[in-house]
Structure formats: C-alpha cells, structure tokens
C-alpha cells in the first residue's frame, strides 16, 4: 500500500487565488511527521512546511497552511494568494517515528501546479 | 550556511564507465540522504547514513551501486559501472536528529546531479 498518495497530478489555479493540494497517508504509528517540498522547474526541492503527528493546530508558514485532519489521515497545503512563482511540482512527505524509519522521509508522486494570469 | 552542496551537477558518460556523485552535507546534520529521482518512480530512497555509518541501503538498486561517507562532511555515490537506466536525478540530503521529537528535522536537499547514460 502507498505510504503517501497525492491523487492530483495537476492543478491549475489563478494568480491571486488560493489553492489545496491533496495528500493522503497510511500508517498505524501514532508518532509521525509530515512535510511539503516545493520542486521548481529548476529542480531544486525546497521545504515548505512541517505538521507532527501530535501538533493540537495546523502548521503555517507565510502564505503557506497545512490543512492537517488526523482521523481522515490527510494533510492538505493549502497556498493563499498564488503567484507566478508558486508553478512547481509539489511533494508530501512522512516519517513515523516507531516504525523504525523515523530517518527516512516517504515521498508522494507530487502534484505539478501551474499558476495562471 | 552554503547549504547541501552535490557536484558535479550534471553528469553524461557512457555506459560501462564508472560514475562518483559527490556531497557536503550541511554542518552540524547527523544524517545523509542518497535519493533517486525519475519520471517513472519518483523518488526513491537509496541509502542514509548516520554519523558516518550506513543505516538503511536497502534501496540500492543492484551492487553496481555503492556510497560511501568518510567523514562528517563528504559522502560519495558511485555507479559501476554505469548503465542507460540508471539516468536519472541523484539528490543528496541531510537532516539533523530532533531528540524532543524523536524524529529528524525536515530534510534539506543539494541542487542535484542529473546523471545520463549513452
């Protein structure tokens, strides 16, 4: 079974519009991280924003907000106000801290976002 | 801080030829990441090390595939010897322990070497 599904591959939002990108996860371990990246057409992966497992509020960083809802297992980014330079790929990430694997980050198959005028 | 700094970053030889992927992690992270990216299985993880020491190379693909870490500050990736598939994106990172989580920190990753195979 998939750790981490991302069911959008594409999304298409306007300029100045907010947009969510789904993630779903699987794990049976109470304890785990989750993370976003950003990877621009450049390549490079950038971390955007982290939600644990125990957090009581969801995680925010600037225009970036996680959307974290623990019975459903998902852990939605939702961008604010969307610029041009937000067009990237972006991935969702776990590790479970009791598995044994809590070094390793499982990535999603990403979402490609394209930011339009 | 520089950051995670992976050399070359782009990489083309021919098959059969040996391949060094190369990367300084970010000062003071305890933990080193090899990942593979590709269009057709995204990303993978390879192997990771910590303090020096491999944890998990279970995702090596075959034993044409070896990494190495002599010391906190340099860990290597080679390929040999090198084959078309193993064209890809190779992407280092490293993450620093986080004891009151009991897990790692987010993971900061190198700009890349984009391996291809002829």
């Known amino acids: 079974a998939q750790k981490i599904t991302q069911t959008q591959p594409g999304m298409f939002v306007q300029e100045k519009e907010a947009v969510t990108l789904d993630c779903t996860y699987d794990?049976?371990?109470?304890?785990?991280?989750l993370f976003w990246y950003k990877q621009p057409s450049s390549g490079e992966m950038i971390f955007l924003i982290y939600?644990?497992?125990?957090?009581?509020q969801n995680a925010t960083e600037g225009r970036y907000s996680l959307n974290f809802q623990k019975a459903r297992k998902s852990a939605n980014l939702v961008i604010s106000a969307s610029q041009l330079g937000d067009s990237a790929m972006y991935f969702c990430?776990?590790?479970?801290?009791?598995?044994?694997?809590?070094?390793?980050?499982?990535f999603g198959t990403g979402t490609r976002l394209q930011v339009t005028l | 801080d520089a950051g995670v700094i992976q050399s070359p970053r782009h990489e083309v030889t021919e098959m059969g030829q040996e391949v060094t992927l190369r990367c300084k992690p970010i000062?003071?992270?305890?933990?080193l990441f090899w990942y593979r990216q590709t269009m057709m299985r995204g990303l993978e993880l390879l192997i990771y090390?910590?303090?020096?020491?491999?944890?998990?190379d279970s995702g090596m693909p075959e034993d044409r595939f070896s990494a190495k870490m002599p010391n906190a500050s340099f860990s290597t990736l080679k390929i040999q010897p090198s084959e078309p598939r193993d064209s890809a994106v190779y992407f280092c990172?490293?993450?620093?322990?986080?004891?009151?989580?009991?897990?790692?920190?987010?993971?900061?990753f190198g700009q890349g070497t984009r391996l291809t195979v002829v």
């Open positions: 939600q644990g497992s125990y957090d009581q």
């Open positions: 090390f910590n303090n020096n020491v491999p944890i998990d």
């Open positions: 000062s003071g992270h305890d933990y």
């Open positions: 990172a490293s993450s620093l322990f986080n004891s009151a989580q009991s897990m790692n920190t987010e993971a900061f």
């Open positions: 794990t049976s371990d109470p304890s785990y991280g």
């Open positions: 990430a776990m590790r479970e801290v009791n598995t044994g694997t809590a070094s390793k980050l499982t």
